[in-house]
């Protein structure tokens, strides 16, 4: 509805200058040796080494010597938390993407070279592929750019614009050098370009059937093997993964597998045959068999990040857990078998809670894992083994997390020892087409739990998720509110209140104009009524007011909801919108205080807002998510670090 009879406010913005001690950072919370971009190279001399990246608050580059084992470069890639991609160039250095940069490391050298921006816009560099005379070529988001950086003249686009017309990842590349073309795998509805590097044109060569899903993730060009060169690669989404083998010779799809580790694949020296990671086993794939069927012959641990066949012929691999193996590549015996000493890294935190053992519960960015801290004792600890979390809540002593991809549900009892070996954190079930479960709250009367979502890379419309504590079962309730997404959820007067944005999963694209509320029944399982809010695309961060009436954000303003009259009754413009953003998720968070204000963070600024008085108060910049503590502190992040605001006289 539009608004209605709600108080207008004048604003008096002000900076807090207090001479108290209010703000006390806590320090990093959540800690992962999480590698991401790997590669095997060799020296002038023939010494080979690995270099891997890990995320963190920044990311590091680290080096290892293969045959002793030890670490001979740590260096820290400034301006990047990670790198999903490395390549060794024709000259034999190494270039890693980066958060719209891309960096270069040659051999023996004690730092790393930041080449700056590759593309204006251009958030992050997803896939990187070495060319002649020591040309890179890389794929970028969001605009599904595909650029060419030479190390005379530097950094040009060569796509002419999106590789694939509406969408904005370039998730993976393969060059075939010969035949002068680059291919391009596109997402977040799948896609795979042939981009002729002489002539600029585009060709779509995937299937009608593969465009169904998101994303071409990896990709490698194997050339010069019995009956044609071959592009390997690697389809992904949410309900769907395999492996498919083309024949550029002959210009069809001959091979389905299943998920291949790309990274890992590599052309056996002087054989017909290539080698890779796939789900824990090593394989070997011969060219020479008329039916082409991978051959398991080794058992790993971890995915496989980067593979290599060393001077002797065998087999090395560099897996995600930290394995470096030496494997024959004839019988499969396992040679060697080292850990690497990967240093772990602060990563950023992307939620927090305050838990039922009265810890503040931190999850972790990409590379998942937990830490809690105690305000009591200042003490942290770690919990590992969970991935990215983008919302947590509990129910009496019990925690539940709902975990990206594939929209995840466990829970943990606090009482007792967390061993994800032993199902204390419990996998409880995946909401089917959904990847981001970032409301969740209980319902004691209802004696459930309650989850929206955010669907699939490409798609619209995300679920109501229904958990019955006692029994497990999960009811799902898929496109309650048509092409929508649930991002907040709250229990206000015994009633379920939901708010909507028009997003969906990255890449795709809005249907709807206005994102709503809704009241939703647990019994009836329907909602009840829904009312947009003007023209915003999104409501989320939903509240209890310090009046206790319904509170929240519609994109960046904040407002008061008379649930009863279902009109607006107070609204507060923080921050404006220019243009319409890829999307909106969890916006504004906000906490009512004891002492009668809201607390809430917005566009990065931490705010106090008096709802008598009606001023507006800005604390901080560079704050983001909030929660409020039994002792009635304020806590909220800064990158990697928790930070702590206590009111005062408090």
């Given amino acids: 509805m539009r608004f209605s009879k709600f108080l207008t406010t004048t604003l008096f913005i002000i900076l807090c200058c207090s001479s108290h001690a209010q703000f006390v950072n806590h320090g990093p919370q959540v800690f992962a040796a999480a590698i991401q971009g790997s590669k095997f190279i060799k020296d002038a001399e023939g010494k080979e080494y690995v270099f891997t990246v890990v995320r963190g608050m920044p990311a590091t580059l680290v080096g290892f010597e293969l045959t002793n084992k030890q670490m001979v470069f740590e260096g820290k890639l400034h301006g990047t938390d990670g790198a999903w991609d490395m390549e060794v160039s024709s000259d034999n250095k190494i270039y890693i993407s980066g958060n719209g940069q891309m960096y270069r490391y040659e051999l023996g050298a004690d730092k790393i070279i930041s080449l700056g921006e590759a593309l204006s816009g251009q958030k992050v560099i997803w896939d990187l592929v070495a060319g002649k005379n020591g040309k890179i070529y890389g794929g970028t988001y969001p605009d599904c750019l595909v650029f060419e950086y030479d190390p005379v003249t530097g950094f040009r686009e060569i796509s002419n614009g999106a590789l694939q017309e509406k969408e904005n990842y370039v998730r993976s590349l393969a060059l075939d050098e010969k035949n002068n073309i680059l291919y391009g795998g596109v997402g977040s509805h799948a896609g795979l370009i042939a981009l002729d590097l002489k002539s600029g044109s585009k060709t779509q060569i995937l299937t009608q059937q593969d465009m169904q899903h998101e994303f071409v993730y990896d990709m490698e060009f194997v050339e010069g093997v019995k009956g044609g060169d071959?592009?390997?690669?690697?389809?992904?989404?949410?309900?769907?993964?395999?492996?498919?083998?083309?024949?550029?010779?002959?210009?069809?799809?001959?091979?389905?597998?299943?998920?291949?580790?790309?990274?890992?694949?590599?052309?056996?020296?002087?054989?017909?045959?290539?080698?890779?990671?796939?789900?824990?086993?090593?394989?070997?794939?011969?060219?020479?068999?008329?039916?082409?069927?991978?051959?398991?012959?080794?058992?790993?641990?971890?995915?496989?990040?980067?593979?290599?066949?060393?001077?002797?012929g065998n087999y090395k691999l560099l897996t995600s857990t930290h394995h470096l193996y030496t494997i024959d590549?004839?019988?499969?015996?396992?040679?060697?078998?080292?850990?690497?000493?990967?240093?772990?890294?602060?990563?950023?935190?992307?939620?927090?809670?305050?838990?039922?053992?009265?810890?503040?519960?931190?999850?972790?960015?990409?590379?998942?894992?937990?830490?809690?801290?105690?305000?009591?004792?200042?003490?942290?600890?770690?919990?590992?083994?969970?991935?990215?979390?983008?919302?947590?809540?509990?129910?009496?002593?019990?925690?539940?997390?709902?975990?990206?991809?594939?929209?995840?549900?466990?829970?943990?009892?606090?009482?007792?020892?967390?061993?994800?070996?032993?199902?204390?954190?419990?996998?409880?079930?995946?909401?089917?087409?959904?990847?981001?479960?970032?409301?969740?709250?209980?319902?004691?009367?209802?004696?459930?739990?309650?989850?929206g979502t955010v669907p699939a890379y490409g798609q619209l419309g995300g679920a109501m998720v229904q958990l019955n504590v006692s029994?497990?079962?999960?009811?799902?309730?898929?496109?309650?509110?048509?092409?929508?997404?649930i991002l907040s959820l709250i229990e206000i007067d015994g009633r379920i209140i939901g708010g909507t944005s028009i997003f969906g999963g990255l890449g795709g694209k809005p249907k709807a104009k206005r994102g709503v509320l809704f009241e939703w029944n647990p019994k009836s399982k329907q909602i009840l009524w829904k009312d947009s809010i003007d023209n915003f695309?999104?409501?989320?961060?939903?509240?209890?007011?310090?009046?206790?009436?319904?509170?929240?954000?519609?994109?960046?303003?904040?407002?008061?909801?008379?649930?009863?009259?279902?009109?607006?009754?107070?609204?507060?413009?923080i921050y404006k919108y220019t243009t319409m953003p890829s999307h909106i998720w969890r916006n504004g968070q906000a906490v009512s205080h004891s002492n009668g204000l809201i607390y809430f963070t917005l566009n990065d600024t931490f705010y106090s807002y008096d709802t008598k008085s009606k001023r507006l108060t800005k604390l901080r910049d560079n704050a983001t998510l909030m929660i409020i503590g039994k002792n009635n502190k304020i806590y909220f992040k800064q990158g990697t670090d928790l930070w702590s605001y206590t009111p005062e006289n408090y």
């Fill in 471 to 485: 029994t497990e079962e999960m009811e799902i309730f898929p496109n309650i509110v048509e092409d929508q997404s």
């Fill in 537 to 573: 695309w999104s409501i989320t961060g939903l509240f209890k007011g310090p009046d206790g009436g319904l509170w929240g954000f519609a994109d960046g303003t904040l407002v008061k909801y008379d649930l009863n009259k279902r009109s607006v009754t107070e609204c507060i413009e």
């Fill in 329 to 451: 590549p004839d019988n499969g015996n396992i040679l060697e078998d080292t850990m690497l000493a990967i240093p772990k890294s602060p990563i950023s935190i992307q939620t927090i809670f305050w838990g039922p053992d009265n810890r503040v519960w931190s999850a972790g960015y990409l590379a998942g894992q937990h830490g809690t801290f105690d305000p009591q004792t200042n003490q942290h600890e770690d919990f590992p083994g969970l991935h990215q979390t983008e919302g947590m809540n509990n129910f009496g002593d019990t925690l539940y997390f709902g975990i990206y991809t594939k929209a995840l549900i466990y829970s943990y009892d606090v009482t007792k020892p967390w061993s994800a070996n032993t199902s204390n954190p419990k996998f409880i079930g995946a909401v089917k087409d959904q990847d981001r479960p970032f409301a969740v709250i209980p319902s004691k009367s209802n004696n459930m739990m309650l989850f």
């Fill in 230 to 312: 071959r592009l390997f690669g690697w389809i992904n989404s949410a309900n769907h993964l395999e492996s498919f083998i083309y024949n550029v010779k002959a210009k069809k799809y001959e091979a389905r597998l299943s998920s291949i580790e790309i990274k890992s694949l590599t052309r056996r020296t002087g054989k017909e045959q290539v080698l890779y990671a796939s789900e824990g086993k090593v394989y070997r794939l011969s060219f020479k068999d008329k039916i082409i069927a991978p051959i398991a012959i080794a058992e790993i641990h971890g995915r496989g990040r980067a593979g290599y066949i060393d001077h002797k």
